[in-house]
């Protein structure tokens, strides 16, 4: 009898288990990849201003203006990337709310927490390139064409 039970439980709470596991897999491969996207397109920018780094650097530019200038273009870009996600996902609120338990699916600090961490994961990935843009080899920058 208790045998049957349990089995009948498992059976109701497999939906749930399903989406429990497989939402924050998806969340977490969506991030990836928009890092990932992040860091390409950033690596894309600074290779076509390779050749102003070099004469920026060259007429004395700081290493932290560079990086500065560069992260705050990534920033301008992400932040309003970030509030299209959060309207449409607050335009697809019927179907969040039947998969988030004990979330309301307007929930504000979920929304804002979000944010941050998507705005944050832009800017990791963005900062690596950055820097290593802010330190070009100022005579070959020079002599390409």
Same mark, same amino acid.
């Given at each position: 009898?208790?045998? #049957?039970?349990?089995? =009948?439980?498992?059976?109701?709470?497999?939906?749930?288990?399903?989406? *429990?596991?497989?939402?924050?897999?998806?969340?977490?491969?969506?991030?990836?990849?928009?890092?990932?996207?992040?860091?390409a397109?950033?690596?894309?920018?600074? !290779?076509? =201003?390779?050749?102003?780094?070099? %004469?920026?650097?060259?007429?004395?530019?700081?290493?932290?203006? %560079?990086? !500065? /200038? /560069?992260?705050?273009?990534? #920033?301008?870009?992400?932040?309003? *990337? #970030? *509030? /299209?996600?959060?309207?449409?996902?607050?335009?697809?609120? =019927?179907?969040?709310?039947? %998969?988030?338990?004990?979330?309301?699916?307007?929930?504000?600090?979920?929304?804002? &927490?979000?944010?941050?961490?998507? %705005?944050?994961? &832009?800017?990791?990935? *963005?900062?690596?390139?950055?820097?290593?843009?802010? =330190?070009?080899?100022? +005579? +070959?920058?020079l002599?390409s064409?």
């Open positions: 009898m208790a045998g #049957v039970l349990s089995q =009948r439980l498992a059976a109701q709470r497999a939906p749930a288990r399903f989406w *429990a596991i497989l939402l924050p897999a998806f969340a977490f491969l969506a991030l990836l990849l928009a890092g990932l996207g992040v860091y397109l950033t690596y894309s920018y600074l !290779g076509e =201003r390779r050749r102003e780094f070099g %004469i920026r650097v060259a007429v004395g530019a700081s290493s932290s203006s %560079i990086i !500065g /200038t /560069t992260m705050l273009r990534i #920033v301008s870009i992400a932040v309003p *990337a #970030v *509030a /299209t996600g959060l309207l449409v996902s607050l335009l697809a609120w =019927r179907f969040l709310g039947g %998969i988030l338990y004990g979330l309301r699916p307007s929930d504000p600090a979920t929304y804002a &927490a979000a944010a941050a961490l998507v %705005i944050l994961v &832009a800017m990791a990935a *963005a900062y690596l390139p950055t820097a290593r843009a802010s =330190r070009p080899d100022i +005579s +070959s920058v002599r064409e």
